[in-house]
């Protein structure tokens, strides 16, 4: 099984940053864009950012301005900067590819913890 690995997950206040990281090896994950993705308290998982290239990059709106996904394929790793949390960011944090055809490829990582509050 591929996996990846999040981390760097925590309390923030709100308005506050964080960074979230993912060790993701394996032709998997460097052959395909990469996201990531939310699971919120009693909510499904959710789609927040995909990196495509250097150049294309998208977020989901919630998220537009304030997260920023980037890649370092050469450590194979994928990053999630976010700023200016706010309470509705709360919940664990994954990452996996991402195909507008078909599910995420690798199996799903334990997911790193977010909480936002006062």
């Known amino acids: 099984q591929v996996q990846p690995v999040e981390s760097g997950g925590g309390w923030v206040q709100p308005g506050g940053s964080l960074r979230l990281s993912c060790l993701a090896s394996?032709?998997?994950?460097?052959?395909?864009?990469m996201a990531w993705y939310r699971q919120a308290p009693g909510k499904q998982r959710e789609l927040i950012a995909v990196?495509?290239?250097?150049?294309?990059?998208s977020y989901r709106d919630s998220v537009k301005g304030r997260f920023t996904i980037s890649r370092d394929e050469g450590k194979n790793m994928v990053y999630l900067q976010m700023d200016r949390r706010k309470p509705e960011d709360t919940g664990i944090y994954y990452c996996?590819?991402?195909?507008?055809?078909?599910?995420?490829?690798?199996?799903w990582g334990q997911g790193t913890q977010v909480f936002v509050s006062s």
């Open positions: 394996g032709s998997i994950f460097s052959d395909n864009p």
């Open positions: 990196w495509k290239s250097r150049a294309v990059s």
């Open positions: 996996n590819t991402w195909s507008l055809s078909s599910d995420p490829l690798g199996t």
